[in-house]
């Protein structure tokens, strides 16, 4: 009896793209450790502070940009590889830096890397992943993200402990952000292990290769359907334009994307993320406990974001992130309220909103948007949707690292967390009256929701004349 798919075979496939989250999320929480000591280095204002965080993003933004027309030309494989490779050199680059400026140049190349491969990553996996595990293999990206997040902290306190505060200034930070070529080196070489994406070998006219992948996936009779489905999904691309998702109906989706994007980011979780240190040594923590909780933070990070993958299906999406957005903005109302009453002795209390906070993200807002937002959108434009919606991901998360230092100095820590919660109180009106229900959906019940009256009737009518 032929084996419908070799299990072991799709894990690998799964993981190894997935594991481009752990370069996102090493980048993302490396520089909370590292930015105190180029502070005091280089005497940053809070402008340079947050663009010394935030230019990332930039390269970010440039690779989601260029990811799908790079692809398509190249490969996802090849750019993947390509992708680790940036990170590798930007993670060594900012090791060596000579000064703030080759520091900002190195990270924009890993930027460059992590935008390559945020876009790509998930999209390679929906590519080649069995339907019926689809969803579980996708939300690889964001666990191996928060891995990544809470290894880090970890690493930053190891490495701040190591030596004294001199040595810190000397060696330390670029021990931090050195550590980067460990997940670089680990991604490309599990890389060499991996096909090319099937739906891109059948767009190149490589359709012997590509079923061999997929019989090897799926088995022999569900490759041969699902070579014929790609094959009539492209044709249906090429003759597609990215028009249409500002006509009448899609255009909703297409905004109910965007501002989960937005909402993912701007809700507060990655001011917690980059500012962490700074924000537990402004209420009294010192002599490098204030990595030791910012550490704790990543490890609830883990803990409830693993516990979303069992409660996304099983719950449903709408509910999870109106459940969570409300409260969110109850613990960012507590966390300025702790600021503006008793900021100097409220270092556990502390910790514990944060932590309420940081567990109310992981299991909503935090993963959600990025399983969320390729299901709202019909196959022939979903990569073009996704990749839209993701520039806006990456320009919020390049706005509030860059102008998180700006408003805790010219607004004070109270104002900038209650300006946080009322972004949340917004995110959960916006969840409760426009976001839908997807769970349990197909998508092509999900594309339904999308379109008018008139335009179900019409199909309706022809579905009738054609039975």
């Not at 084996?3 to 799709?10: N, T």
């Not at 929906?126 to 595990?133: G, K, V």
């Not at 191996?144 to 200034?169: K, M, Q």
């Not at 790609?230 to 597609?240: L, N, P, R, T």
Request: glycine share 10%; with cysteine; hydrophobic share 50%.
């Amino acid at each position: 009896m032929e084996k419908k798919h070799s299990l072991w075979y799709v894990i690998l496939i799964a993981a190894s793209a997935g594991m481009a989250g752990l370069l996102y999320g090493f980048d993302t929480a490396v520089i909370s450790g590292a930015i105190g000591y180029l502070q005091e280095i280089y005497n940053l204002s809070p402008a340079m502070e947050g663009w010394v965080i935030s230019c990332v993003m930039v390269g970010g933004v440039t690779g989601v940009a260029l990811s799908g027309f790079l692809s398509d030309r190249w490969g996802r494989k090849k750019l993947l590889m390509m992708s680790a490779i940036f990170f590798i050199i930007s993670a060594l680059g900012s090791a060596f830096a000579i000064d703030v400026t080759t520091l900002v140049l190195a990270r924009i190349l890993g930027g460059l890397g992590i935008g390559f491969a945020s876009a790509l990553s998930v999209t390679y996996i929906s590519e080649c992943a069995p339907p019926a595990i689809r969803g579980r293999l996708g939300s690889l990206y964001q666990l191996f993200t928060i891995f990544g997040i809470c290894a880090t902290f970890y690493i930053n306190y190891f490495v701040a402990n190591s030596g004294t505060h001199e040595w810190g200034l000397e060696l330390g930070w670029r021990w931090m952000l050195g550590y980067g070529t460990i997940p670089g080196i680990i991604f490309l070489f599990l890389l060499f292990f991996i096909p090319e994406s099937p739906r891109y070998l059948i767009q190149k006219g490589k359709d012997k290769e590509a079923f061999h992948i997929l019989k090897r996936i799926n088995g022999d009779e569900v490759a041969k359907k699902e070579a014929k489905e790609i094959k009539a999904s492209i044709e249906v691309e090429q003759s597609s334009s990215v028009k249409e998702l500002v006509k009448p109906g899609l255009r909703m989706a297409m905004g109910v994307g965007i501002f989960l994007a937005l909402f993912n980011q701007v809700i507060g979780m990655n001011a917690v993320t980059y500012y962490g240190p700074d924000i537990f040594r402004s209420v009294g923590f010192e002599n490098n406990t204030e990595f030791l909780a910012t550490s704790i933070i990543g490890s609830v990070q883990v803990v409830f974001t693993i516990l979303a993958i069992f409660l996304i299906d099983k719950l449903g999406r709408k509910k999870l992130m109106a459940i969570g957005s409300s409260l969110m903005a109850i613990f960012m109302l507590l966390i300025g309220s702790v600021f503006y009453f008793e900021p100097a002795s409220s270092g556990v209390l502390l910790i514990i909103l944060i932590a309420g906070f940081t567990a109310s993200f992981c299991v909503s807002m935090g993963p959600i948007p990025w399983i969320m937002i390729p299901e709202i959108f019909p196959n022939h434009l979903r990569a073009k949707a996704v990749g839209i919606a993701t520039i806006f991901l990456w320009g919020a998360n390049w706005a509030i690292g860059q102008f998180t230092p700006v408003l805790i100095n010219n607004m004070g820590s109270s104002f900038t967390f209650w300006m946080f919660a009322i972004i949340n109180v917004i995110c959960f009106i916006f969840v409760m009256t426009i976001v839908p229900e997807t769970k349990n959906k197909t998508l092509e019940e999900i594309g339904q929701l999308w379109k008018s009256k008139k335009q179900v009737e019409k199909e309706e009518k022809v579905q009738e004349e054609m039975a």
